[in-house]
């Protein structure tokens, strides 16, 4: 009897797996608010975010529109020089509404970007680890921009394959990998923007190259090229690259210069990828044979 009374006592004192549920039930409900709260923290951060770019943007039209409003009333009571003022007042007017309708309404964070590249990279480099390839990285050039690929042969001395349409080349010369890169649509998107292709001397491209890296992808902060005609090598320093490292497998900022110079030089180009004295500095060299 005493023992049943002293078993039934510990029994009583322990807590019981629906008192557990009821005790760890505020708890969850508790995190799971949390987490509405965060998620609604950054959907009204996103907003702002937008909000915020979308006002510059106006902002910057208004004064445009001030600008060339201004310029057409000059124009209209002065007679000297009312061409002039007519012209500007006239692509003041022309800019302002550009620059307002064509606002952008969406923007996309960096690290959005970050996560997507560097799912892409890894798994293009799984599939290049698991076929045993080499660490060469060659960009073939093509027709167009869009047609540039990436060859990762099996051996260093694996000659460029005739026909690149890949993505597995099994000829035994010319054994490996061929895939689209992803500076190729990006060279496209950039050539859109200037008067013609991309000119065929290597110092020229080169300057142009990283003016499109910096000013309009706005993929990096600073891109500095260093180039040698004669030894077929250009190296540019590139500070603050967006996407994460830049040694990653066909990473956007170093493809983008790869394929920028197989395409205007229309010869094949190897890339090297290594990071530089400072945190923030990656160099990213392309060879390719000067003869």
């Known amino acids: 009897m005493t023992r049943n009374t002293a078993d039934s006592e510990r029994t009583d004192s322990r807590p019981s797996r629906s008192d557990d549920a009821v005790e760890a039930s505020p708890v969850r409900t508790q995190a799971a608010a949390r987490a509405d709260r965060l998620a609604e923290e950054n959907a009204r951060l996103r907003a702002a975010y937008a909000r915020s770019m979308q006002g510059t943007y106006r902002h910057t039209a208004r004064w445009l529109a001030v600008i060339g409003a201004v310029a057409v009333l000059g124009g209209g009571l002065v007679h000297h020089g009312r061409p002039v003022l007519f012209a500007l007042g006239a692509t003041g007017l022309f800019g302002a509404v550009l620059t307002y309708y064509l606002t952008p309404g969406r ?4 690290t959005v970007g970050d996560c997507v590249s560097a799912a892409a990279a890894a798994n293009a ?11 060469d990285r060659r960009y073939l050039p093509g027709t167009d921009p869009s047609s540039v690929r990436l060859f990762v042969p099996q051996r260093a001395d694996s000659d460029p394959p ?14 490996g990998l061929v895939l689209e890169p992803t500076g190729g649509r990006l060279l496209a ?7 013609g292709p991309l000119p065929a001397e ?5 300057t142009r190259l990283a003016d499109g890296l910096v000013e309009q992808f706005e993929l990096a902060s600073e891109a500095d090229p260093a180039v040698d005609p004669d030894d077929g090598r250009a190296t540019v320093a590139v500070h603050s690259a967006v996407f ?5 497998f066909d990473h956007p900022v170093a493809s983008f ?4 110079f197989a395409a205007a030089l229309d010869r094949p180009v190897d890339l090297e990828v290594e990071p530089g004295a400072d945190r923030s500095e990656w160099l990213i060299t392309c060879r390719w044979d000067p003869a």
Do not use: N, S, Y
């Open 107 to 110: 923007f996309v964070a960096a």
């Open 125 to 135: 480099q799984a599939l290049v680890d698991d076929l045993a390839l080499e660490d």
């Open 162 to 175: 005739a026909d690149a349409a890949g993505p597995f080349v099994t000829r035994p010369a010319e054994r």
């Open 189 to 195: 998107a950039f050539e859109r923007t200037l008067d």
């Open 202 to 206: 290597p110092t020229v491209a080169a």
């Open 244 to 248: 994460g490292d830049v040694d990653r």
């Open 257 to 260: 210069l790869a394929v920028g």
